[in-house]
């Protein structure tokens, strides 16, 4: 239903436009945009992995592993979390996190009678908590050279925020767990499908060297297609067909990528505000400097749907808002605005590949609503409201 919205705000963009024999012309142009070709082939080659991996069963192999381990299933919204965390910490990116945790955690859902939503909620907060928190994420080292401070004395302030904040998501996963998962979970799956764990180890690797995801993400589908095949999981002639996991996987993230097409003829289409003008009128006042410190970040977030790009777009005024903070206050809270607030956007980049990776897994339907997910992006609550008091309060 997001085309039929789409389409409706086109048409208003066509009839709020002055030169109109100029409209096509200028939709053609916003499409020349790198952050959106690079998100179409990022859903491309994602929705891909996620069909093979569906269709190996990993994921029935991964909550047989849980079970024989004796793990309760309403811990299970704790431990996606859980490993989200460490897993973006590790690589740095929230894209990477989710092109993982997705086909892997969310077919559990339809075994362990658990709301999808809640898990997408665990998943999406976990993959932004790395974003804010890994030292080789892109919007750490956006915030650190923004304002100029060391890495480790800036990181160690922000992983007291991040630490309560992951304290208290996990206090809530666990009771939302007990409440929304039925403990009478009875399975025999085979454990030989965790063999495709490897390709998800192979992605680890590659991103802590910092290769670039699209690379990644080409290398680890043909690294799960050849063990797919190898173990017998996919056969040639499955892998060939018409309706073969990689068509599968690419039909599915269609709707995903049309969205982003509109999203980016209309954003084009919007009047550029002059920040320079804006920030005469409120700088002048230590607490109006904070009020608009925080709405230009997060109203950016709003504009861009990409947390890195917007950082881009204002990190060099950004440094003149928050006159009352240190300038490693002011880092902490630049990153951690910026990356709380795409956990509760369903049109950010990460947030639309998790989406679309959702539906082509089968275990959502078509009249799933992705804000049913923001009620449980507990994490991202946590880290907009603690940030939001950081830039508020008043400095010792």
């Known amino acids: 239903t997001f085309w039929i919205g789409g389409f409706f705000s086109m048409f208003l963009a066509f009839v709020l436009t002055k030169n109109k024999g100029e409209f096509g012309e200028k939709c053609i142009q916003h499409l020349k945009n790198n952050v959106l070709i690079n998100c179409i082939i990022i859903f491309v080659l994602a929705g ?56 892997i955690f969310l077919p559990l859902t339809t075994i362990i009678n ?32 923004t ?5 480790y004395e800036t990181l160690k302030q922000r992983a007291k925020i991040s630490l309560i904040c992951f304290g208290l998501s996990c206090i809530v996963y666990i009771i939302l767990g007990y409440y929304l998962i039925p403990n009478n979970t009875i399975v025999n799956y085979s454990l030989s499908p965790l063999v495709m764990m490897l ?7 590659l991103l802590i060297k910092k290769k670039d995801i699209i690379s990644v993400l080409l290398v680890c589908d043909m690294a799960a297609i050849v063990i797919a095949v190898l173990f017998g999981f996919i056969n040639i002639e499955e892998l060939l067909c018409s309706n073969s996991c990689i068509v599968t996987g ?30 005469n009128k409120n700088l002048k006042s230590e607490k109006k400097s904070n009020f608009l410190g925080i709405a230009i970040i997060i109203l950016s977030v709003l504009m861009v749907a990409n947390n890195t790009a917007a950082m881009s777009l204002i990190s060099k005024f950004i440094n003149k808002c928050f006159k009352n903070k240190t300038q490693i206050e002011k880092a902490n809270i630049f990153d951690g605005l910026s990356c709380a607030v795409p956990g509760l956007l369903p049109y950010n980049t990460a947030f639309m590949l998790m989406i679309s990776m959702a539906y082509d897994t089968g275990c959502i339907s078509q009249n799933f609503s992705v804000f049913l997910i923001l009620l449980f992006s507990v ?5 907009l409201i603690f940030y939001i008091i950081l830039a508020l309060r008043k400095s010792k």
């Not at 969205?259 to 003008?277: A, D, R, S």
Request: glycine fraction near 8%; charge should be negative; include cysteine.
């Open 199 to 205: 390709t998800f180890i192979i992605m680890a690797i």
């Open 379 to 383: 994490n991202s609550i946590f880290l």
């Open 250 to 279: 690419i039909e599915g993230v269609f709707g995903v990528i049309i969205f982003w097409i509109f999203l980016f003829i209309l954003t084009g289409f919007i009047p550029e505000e002059t920040l320079e003008n804006i920030a």
């Open 114 to 145: 658990c709301n999808p939503a809640l898990i997408l909620g665990a998943i999406v907060c976990g993959s932004f908590f790395g974003d804010n928190l890994s030292p080789i994420s892109d919007t750490t080292i956006i915030s650190i050279n």
């Open 147 to 151: 304002m100029k401070v060391e890495l």
């Open 48 to 103: 891909i992995l996620s069909s093979i991996l569906k269709s190996t069963g990993v994921s029935n192999a991964f909550l047989m592993l849980f079970i024989n381990m004796g793990i309760d299933v309403r811990f299970f919204p704790l431990i996606v979390f859980i490993i989200c965390c460490l897993v973006s910490t590790s690589i740095g990116t929230s894209t990477g996190t989710i092109s993982m945790a997705v086909p």
